[in-house]
């Protein structure tokens, strides 16, 4: 007989997965061992245990916040690029265009990776902190 405990143990291996961006259902079931129907409830009991905390985020400014450091690297690229462009225009010494190419692409590497793994991370420090 499944137990109460089994459930919230296998639905948090679920929701583990499901924060390293593991999303098939297939893939879940086959990790976990689980009938292929139980991994897609499990799924859909996770969803719906966790739009009242992503509602959350939104009132609590997460979203906007989220949203103005991702301008701010925004601003900076295009500030990078047009200091990339000014240095090849003027010919400046090919140290200095380097240095400007690899300053954009970080703060490009930075942005995508928060854009991608930001949500994600937070989400996991949820679930590791037990607030999932």
């Known amino acids: 007989m499944v137990t109460k405990k089994l459930i919230e143990e296998r639905r948090a291996k679920v929701a583990q997965m499901l924060a390293k961006s593991v999303t098939s259902i297939k893939e879940i079931a086959s ?52 200091m990339r462009q000014e240095a090849r225009k003027n010919k400046a010494k090919v140290s200095t265009r380097i240095s400007i190419i690899r300053e954009l692409r970080d703060t490009r590497v930075v942005r995508l990776d928060m854009e991608a793994e930001g949500p994600t991370l937070l989400a996991l420090r949820k679930i590791q902190k037990g607030d999932l």
């Open 31 to 82: 990790a976990l061992q689980i009938e292929y129907d139980t991994a897609q409830n499990d799924v859909k009991w996770i969803k719906e245990q966790v739009k009242p905390w992503l509602l959350g985020l939104v009132g609590d400014g997460y979203a906007f916040d989220c949203k103005t450091v991702l301008d701010s690297f925004l601003d900076m690229e295009m500030e990078l690029e047009e």
